[in-house]
């Protein structure tokens, strides 16, 4: 079964703070995203990863930073958090080719 | 950047009643995928339609694709209470997705 795990179901964070998000998949995907999703503006990509030490900016990648040093970890890092960053983080994967995404269950990030 | 608009935003219908849901987009795409996502979830892949295929099934799923009206609907037939969730249609023309803002489905036993 394949699965994407994040390492927290919710957190709270004051504002400041350095925030890591975890995201972990196990089916060799080579493409893992980040997303942020909010009341009436459904899902918005942050960042993108098409390979290990590779990224790209996504539509909303101010305030965010990410690392992927192994193929099956991505990570959403955000510097110093602020009260706008409050939000649903999703993680997803895909194999290349315009594929299938598959989620992880998300992280509910509050930012006090 | 929003590619993909859902429409209705909220759908509430009986048990055994069919749920249909459309989707319009803006550009050029290589497929059309649907997802649900149950409250407070991750999104769960249901469905992708090439941008060369007009229709198709998955069980209770039926998805139509016009590309030429850049549109795309999601049939869902005898609707149960456990399909209340949201619904989000996302197209693909690089590996990234596009996802629409979604429509919610309340299904009433």
């Known amino acids: 079964d394949v699965k994407v795990t994040q390492s927290s179901r919710y957190l709270v964070k004051r504002t400041g703070e350095k925030v890591f998000l975890e995201c972990v998949q196990d089916m060799d995907h080579e493409n893992m995203f980040w997303y942020r999703q909010d009341p009436g503006l459904g899902l918005r990509l942050i960042y993108f990863s098409y390979d290990v030490k590779m990224k790209e900016k996504g539509d909303i990648p101010e305030g965010y930073s990410v690392s992927r040093e192994k193929k099956e970890r991505f990570s959403l890092i955000l510097e110093s958090a602020s009260t706008n960053q409050t939000s649903m983080y999703l993680c997803?994967?895909?194999?290349?080719?315009?594929?299938?995404?598959?989620f992880g269950p998300g992280t509910r990030l509050t930012v006090l | 950047s929003q590619q993909g608009e859902e429409d209705p935003q909220a759908l509430s219908i009986q048990e055994g009643e069919n749920a249909t849901m459309n989707c319009s987009y803006k550009?050029?795409?290589?497929?059309l995928q649907w997802y649900r996502q149950n409250s407070g979830r991750g999104l769960v892949h249901l469905i992708l339609?090439?941008?060369?295929?007009r229709e198709k099934h998955s069980g209770r799923l039926r998805v139509t694709l016009d590309t030429s009206k850049k549109s795309s609907s999601l049939l869902i037939t005898a609707s149960r209470a456990a399909d209340t969730a949201s619904y989000f249609c996302?197209?693909?023309?690089?590996?990234?997705?596009?996802f629409g803002t979604g429509t919610r489905l309340q299904v009433f036993p």
């Open positions: 997803a994967s895909s194999p290349p080719g315009q594929r299938e995404q598959f």
């Open positions: 550009t050029s795409i290589n497929n």
């Open positions: 339609i090439r941008s060369n295929e």
């Open positions: 996302a197209t693909a023309n690089t590996d990234k997705l596009i």
